[in-house]
């Protein structure tokens, strides 16, 4: 069967099917006549079989692990705790820190370091938790639609609590200097 170039030659029937392949070697196209060409690699022994294919899965777990760090990092430094509420604002305000952080909702929810407690139970709740607090001292953070008479309500419990020092938690307003 002839060929051309070192194709083979496909039969003028159009019939897709079987291919002819010639019975000898191919050959490249410039290559002196009678040259055989192998396509077989020095390595390997002929057969299919002997080809393995691995994927090194190395680099795919170091890749995992450096996301995996970002997104324990990232997560952590988004995750705050208790309720989030809308600050009031103040001009001039003094870094306090909190032995006990004291929550109130514009709806009317209490919490005492991030645990949800009824109003009767709010004075036992302060006390417990400033008992086991280094400092005692309350940070109310209340929402600016608290209305002013529930948070001097919660901060008279806290000083009957015990809690010698108690605290209005507020952001600082735009353009106020420190």
């Known amino acids: 069967m002839p060929s051309t170039c070192g194709l083979p030659h496909w039969p003028a029937s159009g019939r897709i099917g079987r291919r002819s392949w010639p019975s000898r070697p191919l050959r490249t196209v410039g290559e002196k006549e009678g040259l055989p060409v192998s396509f077989k690699s020095v390595e390997s022994s002929g057969t299919d079989e002997d080809i393995v294919a691995e994927i090194n899965v190395t680099p795919l777990t170091d890749i995992f692990l450096v996301l995996l760090i970002i997104f324990m990092v990232t997560s952590t430094a988004l995750m ?25 909702t514009a709806d009317g929810k209490v919490e005492v370091n991030g645990k949800q407690v009824p109003w009767p139970q709010l004075r036992e709740s302060i006390r417990a938790a400033l008992s086991h607090s280094e400092q005692p001292s309350v940070v109310l953070q209340g929402d600016r639609a608290v209305v002013l008479e529930r948070a001097v309500q919660i901060l008279t419990l806290a000083r009957e609590a015990g809690a010698e020092k108690v605290s209005i938690a507020t952001v600082p307003l735009e353009g106020a200097e420190h």
């Open 80 to 104: 705050q705790q208790g309720t989030a509420v809308q600050l009031p604002r103040a001009r001039a305000g003094q870094s306090v820190s909190p032995g006990v952080i004291i929550t109130a």
